[in-house]
């Protein structure tokens, strides 16, 4: 700040802006943090309680005496991933989601590679159409789609929901990825073409590498949507338990256990461990890829 | 520079040509058949509920995968097979091909069958006319559902932008706790709408009036001198306990995004209107705002998409019981519950054509860019 001489205006405009970064905006931010964070924190407090005290007292009321043994177990959490079957359905998502992050990728990274190095009849339709359908409701799929499984007997098969992310998740991950390999620097390309590289080679050699960083954003936002997807696992795979995935678990535990809250703290904050921990350790990407994915249908 | 490969040298006899080429064929046809069948038995031990857990997972990460990738290499290495003149006009196909495929059995097709399906009968057997659409925009349930997902729309999308702005503005000024800050916000965009809704069935948890409230709403109300409520089958409010968790789970993505554009505002132009004598208000509506105009487009567009289609919040809360029905649970409800394929198709058009604009500009957005 060099300016020498300040209005008396310029004064209180000073002071204005001194109290606004001050210390009311740091409350007024705490308060908001706090009640952001109040609900999840009673669900894991709660959690970790016996389950005649969570229904006879508020969780809040662990922290008049926190360190006496008594008020805390973990017995929930055994509970549910044994007799409730969460440790299976914990399985069953990690089955579902793995397939259903890599196989998009690969199939829109080839995809996106053509449509942006290579020529061919169509291509522009072709890449509008792609981004036409990135907002179609996928709802308006579920029906032909669900009669077409009954008919391949892919009904509450892995294969089938691999399948169904993978449709659902593509234009989106052609769009993304296109966007980034498009501005690839042509000359690596060109070169590697004179050099005598098939389109094959410089793909997997050069541009793959080269991809990483998108690839990566385009992973955790389908990772995240896979695994706290609800409406496709219901659809294609059902609640049967030796198939359903955590967040159909969840949820017919909702259902059915709708007052017993042992069994539906503990089992939710199960099925939010991975995406808890994805958020720690890769906040960057985190971010970048809901952002950049937010545009799905 | 082909020297290495001898298969392209003129020099190499006809006869050695004729063998490389006829075991390039041989591969290119043994490979899909072996991998045909590695699918297949993959696909049966999948299906055998006997099956260790563990060696399932391992069998369908690797066919998942592995097919995926030998399926391109296969289909690469038949197009070389071909002559010269068509082979590179054949290859980008080889590379866009299967993902056209899947886009059309998976998105394409479908679509059309689904709008075909909203003119016919609850099983698709008789054409119905627009009877669909007349359940769909006029009888008593689904007015109720039209009206709560305009509830939705308004209310989230308004309350995630203005929230996510005026934290993002707040956040700004806090120095050094901000990233601490953001993430607690940002926090619920982690977690799956279920266990959301799990955290918020809990927060509006009833108990009868003697005992002592466990729920966190009731209990601050019970505590300010009201009595206990059933927030959820409170009509017609419990939609918006409903819309809370929304704007709880969508607000912190709001405010990272609007963060970043606003940190984007030139600092001179900040430091200009101060100079000039402007409130800090006034340099919020009249200079901020106006200069991340576009990013609050882009974060209202994909709110208002988002919350279009709401489902899991509804279905675990409430299963649209007491008129907080939604058009996503009841298409799920007509497909499921009460097997009418007719209602439950005209509802998945009902939610497309709302999109149609958003795919509109998107498609122009694209053209724009081409030029």
């Keep these: ?297 | 520079m082909t020297i290495s490969a001898p298969a392209e040298s003129p020099r190499v006899p006809a006869l050695k040509r004729l063998v490389a080429g006829a075991l390039r064929v041989l591969i290119s046809l043994v490979v899909p058949v072996i991998t045909f069948l590695a699918l297949r038995w993959a696909f049966i031990f999948m299906r055998d509920a006997e099956a260790n857990k563990l060696s399932v997972g391992a069998v369908g990460l690797i066919v998942g995968v592995g097919a995926v990738w030998v399926l391109y290499l296969v289909t690469d290495n038949l197009a070389s097979l071909l002559p010269d003149g068509i082979r590179e006009t054949v290859r980008p196909f080889v590379f866009v091909g299967p993902a056209l495929v899947i886009l059309t059995v998976y998105l394409v097709y479908p679509a059309v069958r689904t709008i075909y399906f909203s003119f016919m009968g609850p099983r698709s057997e008789e054409f119905v006319g627009l009877e669909n659409y007349a359940f769909a925009l006029t009888s008593s349930d689904m007015l109720i559902a039209l009206r709560n997902n305009v509830l939705w729309l308004v209310f989230v999308t308004t309350f995630v932008v203005s929230l996510g702005l005026i934290i993002a503005v707040l956040v700004d000024r806090i120095g050094r706790w901000e990233p601490v800050a953001k993430s607690f916000i940002f926090l619920p965009m982690a977690i799956s709408a279920v266990g959301a809704s799990v955290i918020w069935r809990f927060v509006y948890s009833f108990q009868p009036i003697q005992r002592p409230q466990i729920g966190l709403l009731n209990a601050v109300y019970t505590a300010l001198g009201g009595d206990p409520q059933g927030w959820l089958i409170l009509k017609p409010w419990n939609n918006f306990f409903l819309i809370a968790i929304m704007i709880w789970i969508l607000t912190g993505f709001a405010m990272v995004v609007l963060s970043a554009a606003i940190k984007g505002v030139p600092a001179e132009l900040l430091e200009a209107s101060r100079i000039d004598g402007a409130t800090e208000i006034r340099i919020f509506f009249g200079v901020i705002i106006p200069y991340i105009r576009g990013t609050i487009i882009t974060i209202g567009t994909t709110v208002l998409i988002m919350v279009l289609k709401v489902f899991d919040i509804v279905f675990v809360m409430t299963a649209g019981q007491h008129e907080t029905e939604v058009i996503a649970n009841r298409m799920y409800r007509e497909m499921f519950t009460y097997g009418n394929f007719g209602h439950s198709s005209a509802l998945a058009v009902v939610l497309l054509i709302a999109v149609i604009p958003v795919m509109i500009y998107n498609v122009r957005s694209l053209e724009q860019s081409r030029r």
């Design chain 1, 1 to 297: 700040m060099s300016v020498g001489y300040q209005s008396p205006q310029n004064i209180s405009n000073d002071r204005l802006r001194k109290f606004f970064s001050g210390v009311p905006v740091r409350v007024v931010v705490l308060l908001i943090a706090l009640v952001w964070t109040l609900p999840s924190a009673g669900l894991l407090v709660s959690s970790l309680r016996p389950p005649n005290d969570i229904v006879s007292s508020g969780w809040w009321t662990v922290f008049t005496h926190p360190f006496e043994a008594s008020v805390w177990t973990v017995d929930n959490y055994l509970q549910v991933l044994t007799s409730h079957g969460l440790a299976n359905a914990f399985l069953n998502s990690v089955l579902v989601t793995v397939p259903s992050v890599v196989i998009p990728i690969t199939i829109a990274a080839f995809a996106a590679y053509a449509f942006a190095w290579l020529e061919f009849p169509g291509r522009r339709f072709l890449f509008t159409v792609v981004v036409g359908l990135m907002v179609v409701p996928l709802q308006m799929s579920l029906i032909p789609l669900l009669r077409l499984y009954t008919q391949l007997d892919l009904n509450g098969t892995f294969l089938g929901v691999w399948l169904a992310h993978t449709g659902f998740g593509l234009p989106l991950a052609i769009f993304l990825l296109f966007g980034y390999i498009s501005t690839l620097p042509g000359e690596i390309i060109e070169a590697a073409h004179v050099d005598g590289a098939s389109p094959l080679t410089t793909f997997t050699r050069m541009v793959l590498p080269l991809s990483v960083p998108v690839i990566a954003s385009f992973a955790i936002f389908q990772f995240l949507w896979v695994w706290n997807d609800l409406l496709v696992a219901l659809v294609f795979l059902g609640t049967n338990e030796n198939v359903a995935v955590i967040t159909a678990r969840l949820a017919a535990l909702v259902g059915r256990r709708g007052e017993q809250w042992q069994v539906l703290t503990a089992g939710a904050f199960v099925s939010m461990v991975v995406p808890l921990l994805v958020f720690f350790l890769l906040q960057r990407y985190f971010v970048r890829g809901l952002t950049a994915g937010s545009v799905k249908g």
